[in-house]
């Protein structure tokens, strides 16, 4: 069984930064693609950023600029890097991976940017 256990999240003020990371057990060799998505109250979820195996990025408009994302294959661990953060960001943010057949969920964890 696979599991994705994030941690990270928090309250911070604007302009501040913080660092998402997902951590990934049981027995899989490596997803085709990591990506965080986040959902504000009473939106849709959207897709903040995406990795592929060679490892390429994308960004949603939103974030570019602002946000990284990584991976530790080694660490079997995805991570959003978030900086200059806007109270525009504040969601829960989820991590995916995806291999051949199947998606995986994180738990979410909630940002706050806030004065």
């Known amino acids: 069984q696979v599991q994705l256990v994030e941690s990270g999240g928090g309250l911070v003020q604007p302009g501040g930064s913080l660092r998402l990371s997902c951590a990934a057990s049981?027995?899989?060799?490596?997803?085709?693609?990591g990506a965080w998505y986040r959902q504000a109250p009473g939106n849709q979820r959207e897709l903040v950023a995406t990795?592929?195996?060679?490892?390429?990025?994308n960004y949603a408009d939103s974030v570019k600029g602002r946000f990284t994302i990584s991976r530790d294959n080694a660490k079997r661990t995805l991570y959003l890097q978030m900086n200059s953060l806007k109270p525009e960001d504040t969601a829960v943010y989820y991590c995916?991976?995806?291999?051949?057949?199947?998606?995986?969920w994180g738990q979410g964890t909630q940002v706050t940017v806030s004065s």
């Open positions: 049981g027995n899989i060799f490596r997803f085709t693609t």
């Open positions: 995916n991976g995806r291999t051949l057949f199947q998606a995986y």
């Open positions: 990795i592929v195996s060679d490892g390429s990025t």
